[in-house]
């Protein structure tokens, strides 16, 4: 589990380092408590929810009224939104006996021929499941000899990618739950068309049913087909260690977040791989990105560690429009809910224990 957490957090959180687990030195002061998380600027907390254990990843679902939170210890809590109530827990012998983290979860978009929420879960264990959410049932599942640590599925979920520990990216058929290719680099060290290190992010582009990005360790972005073996093209630079890839299907640019202190976000053009900018840091200081997405046509979401922030940025002028602050580790997962202007959508962000869900004022996307 050490080689699978990514950062070190303050107040005893168990840690992401993308080398080993280590704990940082306390200069905290143990007579002053520590500040309570808050808002800043033209953001709006509307709920925090206490999971009970340290929260991996997070995904609404397709309607937004179901947020599904992966756990530390395997198991998936299924709140409503916004009540903030536990609805269901997703769990089995598997994931019990296990006890190894949750790492990512995604719900498959378009099930004619099945009624309710189907959810995919990724393990640390390397079990890849399928959970029908009302009824709590796992109704399809598999085992990778690996650390299985993200996926995406395509634009109609007819095929879902899985990526982890190894360099390779399984294409599988969502329906057989079949491998149908491996996506992998060239045998040559040489040559760079593919992953050599562990991958952490993975997204379609969201108008093709065969082009992907990944992105991981190697200080790699790679443009993929999924019906081919290595990759078409890559970008070197970007290191990425979590969901900090986002396509925006207008503009064909790609937001992109590293784990770094430097140039941690940045915009790139899909079509020409040419970087388009480099998203400055906060006043507070730089944070090393986990997870972002484009937000709406004229912002941003970005969150990580160190400074343990969430930001919304202004896409044009690159501002700080809101922020959730003093969080009590860094940011794992964050997830934008389903919305349509002029209502501003919902965002689930995790640090430690808790899930802060937040809401960006009607200002803020005036």
Not at 142 to 152: D, F, H
Not at 238 to 260: E, K, N
Request: proline share 7%; net charge negative; with cysteine.
């Amino acid at each position: 589990m050490a080689g699978m957490l990514v950062t070190p957090k303050p107040r005893g959180i168990p840690s992401r380092s993308s080398t080993q687990l280590s704990a940082p030195e306390d200069t905290t002061d143990p007579q002053e408590p520590a500040p309570e998380p808050s808002t800043e600027g033209e953001l709006r907390l509307e709920r925090e929810i206490d999971c009970g254990e340290e929260v991996m990843s997070c995904r609404f679902n397709p309607s937004g009224s179901l947020l599904a939170v992966g756990l530390v210890t395997g198991a998936i809590k299924v709140y409503s939104v916004p009540a903030g109530q536990c609805v269901h827990t997703l769990k089995d012998d598997q994931s019990v006996t296990t006890r190894l983290p949750v790492t990512a979860l995604r719900f498959q978009l378009f099930r004619p021929s099945c009624k309710g929420d189907l959810l995919l879960a990724t393990y640390a264990s390397g079990q890849v499941k399928f959970w029908h959410v009302s009824t709590q049932s796992c109704v399809r599942s598999l085992r990778e000899e690996r650390q299985t640590l993200t996926a995406a599925f395509s634009p109609s979920g007819s095929r879902f990618l899985t990526a982890g520990s190894s360099s390779e990216i399984l294409v599988y058929d969502t329906e057989t739950m079949k491998c149908v290719n491996i996506c992998q680099p060239s045998p040559s060290l040489s040559v760079m068309d593919g992953h050599r290190s562990r991958i952490f992010g993975l997204t379609f582009h969201p108008l093709s049913e065969e082009s992907f990005v990944s992105g991981g360790w190697d200080d790699t972005v790679q443009f993929w087909d999924v019906r081919l073996t290595h990759s078409l093209r890559k970008i070197s630079g970007p290191h990425v260690c979590g969901d900090a890839l986002d396509i925006d299907p207008d503009t064909q640019q790609i937001l992109i977040g590293s784990w770094r202190k430097e140039e941690n976000l940045q915009v790139w053009d899909c079509q020409s791989g040419q970087k388009i900018d480099t998203v400055p840091d906060d006043y507070r200081g730089p944070s090393r990105v986990y997870g972002c997405r484009w937000l709406g046509e004229g912002h941003m979401i970005a969150a990580g560690s160190d400074i343990n922030i969430c930001r919304v940025i202004d896409r044009n002028s690159f501002q700080t429009r809101g922020s959730l602050v003093d969080l009590p580790g860094g940011v794992y997962s964050l997830d934008v809910s389903p919305s349509a202007p002029p209502v501003a959508p919902l965002l689930a962000v995790t640090s430690g224990h808790e899930v802060f869900l937040l809401r960006p004022t009607s200002s803020a996307f005036s």
